[in-house]
């Protein structure tokens, strides 16, 4: 069987990373592109061999008019991922978003529904649970390597150019560090700890917005705790150009990985035992295998939609508990 997929945007991560990921995959199969410009579309079509004799659109309801389209791949600003993946579920289409997988609660609630409604999957796309190294990791926690788990860390910044990208807007995005990286260290923390720690039972954060004065978080900084008691913290921010980081410490020893989470799958890391070897790995050909597997299987997707609401509701609720100012006058 081959998933005859459509890429909905021809930007950054859509070139880069998910077309050459989606050649890597067996039994997928990149089909059509959707771009707001024609000529985008075609040209993407092109470089990247797509297989429909008309692959390039620049309407979403003819892109999926198509009867041999299966799934649509959405890698468009984030305020467009729920009326894309509604739309899709309504057509029958199978539906692997980006992260975040909307800009709200009740739009992601939405898309839960309405893939559900139509019993078409719904993938959210955290590449870093593809990573070889990460999945060593967690074979290595899950066979009680580091002991209990009490307590895990991440930390992945950029140094944006200026505040001219759609991340940075209320209108086109809920978050700018949360949503380009801050979602992918909850998202890694989450797969890490809530299996076994049990869910988020409380929240913290400190957000700043104070360089490009943005209406979105510049910096975030995100502690939790979960139902057994361990506890967890990231940093996301677009002021910072550093290597990321993950730690991660138990009971009886710790696990440091250092420039894994990326887009490339590479990166090192190390235990209290030493060091972790592994194969890089193209993480997004991971994810989209996982995608294709969900659909002929008839199983969930490893990160499905109820879990991308999850993220999301954290995300809002880091929003809403940060950036409390203080008096420093009034403190003693
Ligand atoms: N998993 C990851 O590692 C990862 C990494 C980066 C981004 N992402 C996610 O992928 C999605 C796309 O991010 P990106 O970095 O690829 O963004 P990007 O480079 O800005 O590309 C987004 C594309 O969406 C289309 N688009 C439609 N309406 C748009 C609008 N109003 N403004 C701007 N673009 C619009 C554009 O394609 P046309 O011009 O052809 O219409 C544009 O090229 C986001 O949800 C992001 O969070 C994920």
């Avoid at 649509?72 to 894309?84: E, F, K, N, R, W």
């Avoid at 991660?248 to 990985?257: K, Q």
């Avoid at 999301?312 to 006058?329: E, K």
Wanted: hydrophobic share 45%; proline share 4%.
């Amino acid at each position: 069987m081959t998933v005859n997929i459509a890429m909905l945007g021809t930007g950054s991560i859509a070139d880069d990373a998910l077309a050459p990921a989606l050649k890597r995959v067996a039994g997928a199969n990149l089909w059509s592109v959707l771009s707001r410009g024609r000529d985008r579309a075609r040209a993407f079509a092109r470089r990247h061999g797509a297989a429909a004799p008309a692959p390039a659109h620049d309407s979403l309801e003819t892109l999926l008019a198509d009867p041999d389209l299966d799934a649509v791949i959405i890698a468009t600003p984030d305020y467009l991922h729920a009326t894309q993946a509604v739309a899709a579920a309504g057509a029958g289409k199978h539906v692997l978003t980006e992260k975040p997988m909307a800009t709200g609660v009740e739009e992601g609630e939405a898309m839960v529904r309405a893939c559900d409604d139509a019993g078409v999957k719904l993938a959210v796309g955290y590449h870093l649970r593809w990573h070889a190294g990460h999945r060593k990791m967690l074979t290595l926690i899950r066979a009680g390597g580091v002991g209990e788990l009490r307590h895990m860390r991440a930390q992945w910044t950029f140094q944006a150019p200026d505040a001219g990208n759609w991340r940075a807007r209320r209108d086109t995005a809920s978050w700018w560090s949360l949503s380009g990286v801050g979602t992918h260290c909850l998202d890694l923390i989450r797969w890490v700890m809530v299996p076994v720690c049990g869910e988020v039972v409380s929240l913290a954060s400190t957000i700043s917005r104070d360089v490009w004065s943005s209406p979105n978080d510049e910096t975030a900084v995100v502690s939790l705790r979960f139902a057994s008691g361990a506890t967890a913290e990231f940093c996301s921010s677009v002021l910072i150009t550093a290597p990321s980081r993950a730690e991660v410490y138990g009971s009886d020893g710790y696990i440091r990985c250092e420039d894994t989470l990326t887009r490339r799958g590479a990166g090192a890391i190390d235990t209290h035992q030493g060091i972790l070897e592994f194969d890089v790995a193209d993480p997004y050909a991971g994810e989209i295998r996982d995608f294709v597997a969900a659909i002929e299987d008839h199983r969930k997707p490893e990160v499905d939609g109820r879990e991308g609401l999850r993220n999301v509701s954290l995300l809002v609720q880091a929003v809403a508990s940060g950036g409390a100012r203080f008096d420093a006058q009034q403190v003693p």
